[in-house]
């Protein structure tokens, strides 16, 4: 699609307008945001559109109709699909050797373990190796009520968080405050960082890790900004 606008705006009801008239999300239903500093980032999108509307440089509004179209109408129902992660999250499967890196997932994965044992008195099976073991069913309820009781405008940002991770509790430990962006990013890759030292980068690993590093960063800043 061409640019067809001059203005954009944001209204008084917080829905983004294109010289008055409503963004519609692919569900034909107006892009309304939740704040105003998120409906004035989404508008900056629009605004920096230049002849082509490519979506893929308008994150922001791509979370804002996933909020809208596909997990407002059944919130409960997205937040099990997230839940699921808990159930294998990245956190719990630990190398067995060499001790630098055992070591090294010690030091970074075991704090926001440590912190979700305390804000959700749950329990977690530690697993060398990569075979799958079950986490205590209280564990997978509790995690799973703290991700449903989320807002769409919060699960639609949580879900990139979530599956570029491969952890639940990291997407909790980032939306509660308890861990800064790159924290959790760099626990998230700890174990690509270690092969790329060992063994060199490639080239298709560096530019799939730079789209998902785009996709996560706009994720954080949609969270932030949905209040």
Known sequence: M???WKHVTVDAELVV???DRPVRTPGRV???????????????????????????AMPLT???????DRIAPDPAAFAAGLAVYGESDLLCYRADSPPDLTARQAGLWDPPLDWARDRYDVHFEIVTGVMHRPQPEATIERLGAAIAARRAYELAPLSPIVT??????????????AMEPDAVWAAANLDEDWQAEQWGEDDLAVKTREAHQREFEAAVRFLSLAG
Request: charged letters at 25%; one cysteine or more.
């Open 2 to 4: 061409k640019r067809f």
């Open 17 to 19: 307008r294109l010289d």
């Open 30 to 56: 107006p892009l309304l945001l939740p704040t105003g500093t998120l409906a004035e980032a989404v508008a900056d999108e629009w605004r920096g559109v230049a002849e082509d509307i490519d979506p893929r």
């Open 62 to 68: 791509g979370l804002a109709n996933a909020a809208i």
């Open 164 to 177: 570029i991770t491969g952890s639940l509790v990291l997407a909790l430990a980032l939306a509660e405050c």
